[in-house]
């Protein structure tokens, strides 16, 4: 005969071992028993263990790390009301992209955003989501991981989170906030700490979650930490940065946490000021010598402020102290690649795949690796094997838009051709595929078709200079100037530096000035 364990033990070990759905059916049953089966322990009964597990296993289903957790919705970005400056001075702004004059790499041999910055070498949130310049812009943007349209409310995502946790109990909400005594929770601190993330996490709900948390650190008299860091999420939550800033600094001056530091930072980031984020993480490095999440936080603020070579070396530092850091490795990777190393940045990508890393990304990063480095063998397995790994459509279309660059750089302007209408096949708003097209088409001396694909792709992508110098090149060769000076602005807009541009701009001028 098997030994049984106690319910509430066995119930504690699935949710070590993160089994959740078992630990919260188990004290479900634990809370459904009649009260006179309860033995009281020494300070909580059976009731109170199983119901503080219930919320934190019910709170572990959706649990989101907060400090990665950050996307700017558009009314975030188009009505901000914490701006101080509406001009900043250049290298103190995250509005302005390449504001730094930290040598960052020119658009034509880095692609950017729609915001104006780099593509960087790992997505995560809020890479990829700029600051478009107008709410026109915002709006018409495809909404993909890969472009800068932000999402249509920054609570969106939470909400739909706490919408999802709904279906972890059949019978309705676990918990009935709406009945709850809060004042009561609040003066059993570990019962409270419980209830709190389970309203905040699981339910979504700030407002009770912060009178909560608000009740409990005047119960603790101000001298818990904890609780500050508490009531700063629930104001960054709200949108009250100011005062989320005082609260962490606050919990701050009574312990020194990482986290907190992380947290106060995103503050900063939120109100657009960078360079205090910068000197916070380093005062954070002086105290936590070597922590990584403080030094990766630099590089990637480094790296959207377009300084990349200060945050390539910041990038440096953290594999020093964890050689195993995925993003570390892959945004150094990308900016050998991009500074014309593609056989550095092969290694860097090599060593990903040695590590586990195993998906359509790599895959099609190590194709391009090898095909810029002269390793023809291994080109068309990584993108076969990367076509293979696609999850999804924008995926395929990443990869048979690279496989038509292979296909223009041995010559094969056939195979190019089809690799790009298959890239628009899988993604419809693909606008680098529609300019390459355009390029082909206007080789084989179709001139209409080229100008419909370079004004479709300079209406998708306006923030690319490519598709507006070519139509001005285009417009130019059929003598229609006036539309060539026109996209050769829109194209010194977007690429100031671009020698060619200026170039076509000097001799249109002297034309008109002929005329």
């Not at 950050?70 to 001009?87: K, R, S, Y």
């Not at 812009?137 to 939470?158: C, E, H, M, V």
Request: glycine content about 6%; charged content about 20%; hydrophobic content about 40%.
């Amino acid at each position: 005969m098997g030994l049984e364990l106690e319910p509430l033990f066995q119930a504690w070990s699935y949710f070590r071992r993160r089994k959740f759905r078992q630990c919260s059916d188990l004290c479900s049953q634990l809370l459904e028993r009649p009260p006179g089966e309860q033995e009281p322990d020494s300070e909580y009964t059976v009731f109170q263990a199983a119901w503080s597990l219930k919320t934190r296993a019910l709170t572990e289903m959706v649990y989101v790390d907060e400090i990665d957790m950050d996307q700017e919705g558009i009314a975030e970005m188009m009505l901000d009301e914490n701006a101080i400056a509406q001009v900043a001075r250049p290298g103190t702004s995250l509005k302005l992209p390449g504001t730094s004059q930290g040598g960052g790499p020119s658009p034509a041999v880095r692609p950017v955003t729609q915001s104006g910055r780099p593509i960087t070498g790992f997505v995560r949130p809020g890479t990829q989501g700029g600051r478009p310049s107008t709410m026109e812009q915002a709006i018409k943007t495809p909404r993909t991981a890969l472009t800068a349209r932000p999402i249509t409310s920054a609570s969106g995502r939470y909400g739909r989170l706490g919408t999802a946790s709904m279906l972890t109990n059949p019978d309705g909400p676990f918990i009935n906030l709406s009945r709850l005594n809060l004042a009561k929770y609040a003066q059993k601190p570990k019962l409270a700490k419980a209830l709190f993330e389970y309203i905040f996490y699981h339910e979504n709900d700030v407002k009770n979650a912060l009178d909560l948390a608000a009740l409990a650190t005047e119960h603790a008299q101000f001298k818990d930490w904890w609780w500050k860091v508490q009531i700063g999420k629930c104001y960054y939550r709200l949108g009250l940065y100011r005062e989320a800033e005082k609260q962490f600094k606050s919990a701050l001056k009574q312990q020194d946490m990482v986290d907190t530091i992380l947290y106060l930072a995103k503050v900063y980031l939120r109100l657009d000021q960078p360079v205090t984020a910068l000197n916070l993480f380093k005062q954070g490095l002086d105290r936590f010598p070597g922590e990584v999440t403080l030094i990766c936080g630099i590089a990637r603020i480094y790296e959207e402020m377009n300084n990349i070579s200060t945050a390539a070396e910041y990038y440096k530092d953290v594999l020093k102290q964890d050689n195993t850091h995925v993003e570390a490795i892959a945004c150094i990777g990308s900016n050998h690649f991009y500074s014309d190393q593609p056989e550095i940045a092969l290694r860097f990508y090599r060593r990903l795949l040695q590590m586990g890393v195993h998906n359509c990304q790599l895959f099609n990063n190590l194709g391009l690796c090898c095909f810029y480095a002269q390793q023809y063998d291994m080109t068309l397995s990584s993108f076969e094997r990367a076509l293979f790994l696609a999850e999804n459509e924008e995926e395929t279309a990443d990869v048979w838009y690279n496989l038509g660059h292979v296909a223009v750089g041995i010559g094969d302007l056939n195979l190019a051709y089809q690799c790009f209408k298959l890239t628009l096949i899988n993604n419809n708003n693909y606008a680098e595929a529609y300019n390459n097209l355009a390029v082909l088409e206007m080789r084989k001396g179709h001139i209409e078709q080229a100008r419909a694909f370079l004004q479709t792709a300079s209406s998708l992508a306006p923030h690319m200079y490519e598709p507006h110098f070519n139509f001005a090149i285009l417009s130019e060769k059929v003598g229609d100037l006036q539309r060539s000076y026109m996209a050769a602005k829109k194209s010194e807009e977007a690429f100031p530096g671009h020698v060619d541009t200026q170039q076509l701009i000097k001799e249109l001028k002297q034309h008109f000035a002929v005329l």
